[in-house]
């Protein structure tokens, strides 16, 4: 049995992790810190999750470092280079020499050097319903990305409002997450996200882009099937990402990924361009249960172990 520590338990990614590390039979938590309290210890534990906020995961993660403790980061601190991270989050990076060591932990894209990490920043929510439908097609579509994502209340806070409320912000190129995107997309993006006050969970990802001349030679049907053959091969099925198609019984929706480890991807063709719809739980494969299986990548468990038994016990809930 390995022990976890979880800095920041009382946040909502760090309640969520807490229920995700519930389902898993190789772990349990022996240190938790959070404003208020701290309990356990942490040199019993190999491995610290931190669900805080930038400037206090830079500080912590250098304490957990040197403690000789692995770090899988919830915030945006270990995502970016230095200068790229700095500009776009508008505060001094504080752990540059972890940083230069850091992995990106997405295992659909680096589980090989996510398992052997020290310092692993978990993917944003918004990116990671980028980055795995848009990455596979590069040289299939061209030019620039424009995603228009919404998403649940939960990304920003717990309450849901009563009345319907809908708020477009940082839109252009102005959000934070875009350079992540951009990164390891391979794409340039602007982006719109749209948070929905009344809904809890659940991002909803529209990515228009322009197909490659020689797939705007083809028909629609032929590019369509190019495109989801390219996203099929790219995937393993541990990876979790599936390809949908809407029918006359069936619309696909965030209701089919909240509380699972899924993306869920559709796709479509018109006037030259790509139509990419993809579904996730911002609060499980954008945030906790992605970082689960970073900790079992770099504590040598199966990559989907106590994922799947809480998706099976009701998910989210």
Known sequence: MKKVALFGDTGMVGQELEKALAFHDGVSIGFRQNSKRQEGALDACDIAFLATKDSESMAFARDVADAGKRVIDMSGAFRLPKETFETWYGMEHTAPELLKEAVYGMPALLAKKVADARIVGNPGCYPTSVILPLRPLKGLVQGEATVVATSGISGARRVVEVEDNELTYSYGRRHKHVPEMELYSGFRVNFTPIVLN?????????????????????????????????????????????????????????????????????????????????????LTKGAATQGVENMNLMLGFLRLRGILRQEQAGGAG
Do not use: C
């Not at 909803?204 to 996203?231: F, G, W, Y």
């Open 198 to 282: 009344s809904v809890f969970r659940g991002i909803n990802t529209n990515i228009r882009i322009e197909l490659s001349e020689e797939l705007q030679a083809v028909s629609s049907d032929e590019a369509v099937q190019a495109l989801s053959q390219s996203i099929t091969d790219a995937y393993e099925p541990e990876d979790m990402v599936r390809l949908v198609e809407d029918s006359s019984e069936k619309q696909w929706g965030t209701r089919d990924v909240n509380g699972t480890h899924l993306v869920l991807v559709k796709l479509r063709v018109d006037e030259g361009h790509a139509y990419i719809n993809s579904l996730e739980d911002n």
